[in-house]
């Protein structure tokens, strides 16, 4: 990567990266567990070492600038090694000169844990798709030769900046906030509680109530947030529902290109709505504000921050604060945070290897939320998981509550465990 020295964050990893400390960093995970394939460590390293020059943008560092923070490349190798106790520790600001992700493996399962400043779910997920790939194929021939294919500056563009419309219209933001769970977070905890759900079951009841199968599972949470609150609710239930780009604005980026669509529901005080009521209350929430003419509004707003002459020329350690006010003022305004990654296509003669996908959101808590929702399917099932930083589980297993008082075949595990920062 000797043509490679830095680049710019793209405009979704300013605010990331501005959030990012020596004590918490937005991190989050992808996960792949083989049917029987035990993990060799040394063919682990082996594949990422042959992935390193084609996917350059993640074998970056977040370097603080005067003006704004950049990423640094790096030769270096990303940490890899078994699995702690302690799963998604953050990844913060170090002084090492590994690339801001990890590979940890445990038995039959690699995981990918990466800095949100490096990518979002689907492009980060390209470069996981591709170390399983090779891994699968080490596996089966350790001598196996890798073909690089060279990456392209579409690939490594900011395609925020390339949809950036100066001038143009942007959202209302005046939003308020939004019901919150009632459990706190607790320091240096994760446990993350994975719902197992076949796809086809979930398409079939998603398509009876007239929904796609995110608003469908937005729906539970929502109604499983009622349940668990016990007592009236005023204040509206947002939901956050991360939306992919490329779907909308064509981009070969991957890096990051999202942002943050909601689904607001209003309890109005009532104890006793129906699943079938809340269905009907959100449809067709995600359609209106998915269009393009909602998504560019949000890309003007991203944009007309990074391109603001005052905020260009004023020094980072001051706009660091104001930043951090902004993203905790915008998640003030979310109840939690649903994210579907969607379903992972890969070759068939690695799809035979894999048993499930997981994707997984990590510790949000600098967000100020205790719980967050996320799901990826894989081979005809859909993980579902849950990230917690209490060990107040209630909310969660309301949830799987709901899902399964629809028919819904529902399979269960959880891991959880203490264990302090990245140094």
């Not at 490679?4 to 605010?15: E, H, L, N, P, Q």
């Not at 780009?245 to 890096?255: A, E, G, H, K």
Request: contains cysteine.
């Amino acid at each position: 990567m000797s043509e490679y020295r830095w680049m710019k964050t793209d405009t979704a990893s300013i605010m990331f990266s501005c959030l990012s400390s020596k004590k918490w960093g937005r991190t989050f995970r992808n996960a792949a567990v083989f049917k029987d394939i035990e993990i060799d460590e040394a063919l682990l390293i082996k594949a990422a070492e042959d992935l390193k020059a084609r996917y350059p943008s993640m074998h970056t560092r977040i370097k603080k600038g005067f003006f704004w923070n950049y990423q640094e490349f790096t030769d270096a190798l990303p940490e890899i090694r078994p699995e702690h106790s302690r799963v998604l520790l953050p990844i913060t600001m170090r002084d090492d000169n590994r690339p801001d992700f990890r590979i940890v493996y445990h038995k039959r399962r690699i995981a990918m844990e990466c800095a949100h400043h490096l990518g979002d779910g689907k492009g980060a997920t390209e470069y996981f798709k591709a170390l399983i790939k090779r891994y699968v194929e080490l596996s089966e021939n350790p001598d196996s030769e890798y073909i690089l294919t060279k990456p392209t500056e579409a690939e490594l563009s900011n395609a925020y900046a390339d949809y950036y419309i100066k001038g143009g219209e942007k959202p209302d933001d005046n939003a308020p906030e939004a019901y919150h769970l009632d459990c706190k977070s607790e320091k240096d905890f994760l446990q993350l509680i994975f719902a197992f759900i076949p796809v086809e079951e979930l398409r079939k009841n998603s398509k009876a109530k007239g929904l796609t199968i995110s608003e469908y599972m937005v729906a539970a949470l929502i109604l499983g947030t009622l349940n668990h609150a016990k007592k009236p609710i005023t204040d509206p239930i947002v939901i956050a529902v991360p939306v992919n780009l490329r779907s909308f604005f064509p981009s070969d980026t991957v890096r990051n290109f999202a942002v943050q669509s909601k689904i607001h529901f209003e309890p109005k005080g009532r104890t006793d709505w129906t699943f079938d009521e809340i269905c009907s209350e959100i449809a067709g929430q995600l359609k209106k504000n998915t269009a393009p003419s909602e998504l560019q509004k949000q890309l003007n707003k991203f944009g007309d921050l990074v391109n603001n002459p005052v905020l260009k020329i004023v020094p980072y350690f001051i706009k660091q604060p104001v930043l951090k006010a902004s993203q905790k003022k915008t998640h003030a305004g979310f109840t939690t945070i649903f994210t579907n990654i969607g379903n992972i296509e890969i070759d068939p003669a690695v799809s035979s290897a894999v048993e499930r996908f997981e994707g997984i959101n990590g510790d949000t808590s600098g967000y100020g939320l205790v719980s967050t929702c996320s799901a990826m399917s894989c081979n005809g099932i859909l993980s579902l998981c849950f990230s917690v930083c209490s060990h107040d589980t209630s909310w969660q297993k309301e949830c799987v509550r709901v899902l399964t008082s629809q028919g819904l075949t529902v399979r269960i595990e959880s891991t959880h465990g203490n264990g302090v920062n990245d140094k």
